[in-house]
Nanobody
């Protein structure tokens, strides 16, 4: 069993930056592929970024060059650094962990980009 707790969301002006954190409990964190998803109001939940157990990364086209996903296995934490934020980045951001058919979601953290 893995529990995921996101933090770091908030209100930021366009062009600003935030860093989201997702702290995991349980064992085998280093084996999990870790993801960030987001869900805007009235929208589906979409993939933002992924980092695998071997540190391979992938990004949605809409965030390439602005967001960076990283992980620290010693802290059982995955991060999402978000720069040059836009109003369309406003969403609830969810952390997701997956390994061999087991998967877990965090509760989400709200990011609002507005002046």
């Amino acid at each position: 069993q893995v529990q995921l707790v996101e933090s770091g969301g908030g209100l930021v002006q366009p062009g600003g930056s935030l860093r989201l954190s997702c702290a995991a409990s349980g064992s085998d964190f280093s084996d999990y592929n870790m993801y960030w998803y987001r869900q805007g109001p009235g929208e589906q939940r979409d993939l933002v970024a992924r980092v695998t157990s071997t540190y391979s990364t992938l990004y949605a086209d809409s965030v390439k060059g602005r967001f960076t996903i990283s992980r620290d296995n010693s802290k059982k934490t995955v991060y999402l650094r978000m720069n040059s934020l836009k109003p369309e980045d406003t969403a609830v951001y969810f952390c997701y962990a997956a390994l061999y058919g087991r998967s877990y979601w965090g509760q989400g953290t709200q990011v609002t980009v507005s002046s």
